[in-house]
């Protein structure tokens, strides 16, 4: 069997509010819009990049209950060559609470985590050195 060699990731999040998730992504953590993707004339998801980061928003439409969890049982990380404490600085700055202040984790890499407002989590792992 041949195995899998993936060049890139892209993830795909249903939101409860649509605007306000890519607002929150927008400032919090840099994103910039890419795509607006609409049906009949009405938004239904917006595709966003933070550099090789493909991420799209979609709006959520109520069907399997409105008010269900999101984002249990798994994290998304980015890895970045920025510095992840003057990155955990301008998200806390933009209002955002992490999860896990700026760390260095065993393999040398310096950490931070943090949910978005559906509570789906993110890993910023910087490759910067501290």
Do not use: C
């Not at 306000?20 to 819009?33: E, N, P």
């Not at 607006?36 to 959520?60: F, N, P, W, Y």
């Not at 999101?70 to 209002?95: C, H, M, P, W, Y």
């Amino acid at each position: 069997m041949t195995e899998l060699r993936g060049d890139s990731l892209a993830a795909s999040l249903t939101v409860k509010n649509l605007d306000a998730s890519v607002t929150w992504y927008q400032k919090v953590l840099g994103f910039s819009i890419d795509r607006r993707h609409e049906r009949e004339g009405k938004l239904i998801a917006v595709s966003l990049k933070a550099g090789a980061v493909d991420l799209l928003l979609t709006q959520d439409d109520g069907k399997k209950g409105a008010d269900r969890s999101k984002g249990e049982g798994f994290s998304l990380q980015i890895t970045t060559q920025q510095n992840a404490d003057e990155l955990a600085a301008r998200v806390r700055a933009q209002g955002a609470t992490l999860d896990t202040e700026p760390t260095t984790v065993p393999w040398g890499r310096r950490i931070f985590r943090l949910r978005d407002p559906d509570g789906f989590r993110w890993t910023i792992s910087s490759t910067h050195a501290a």
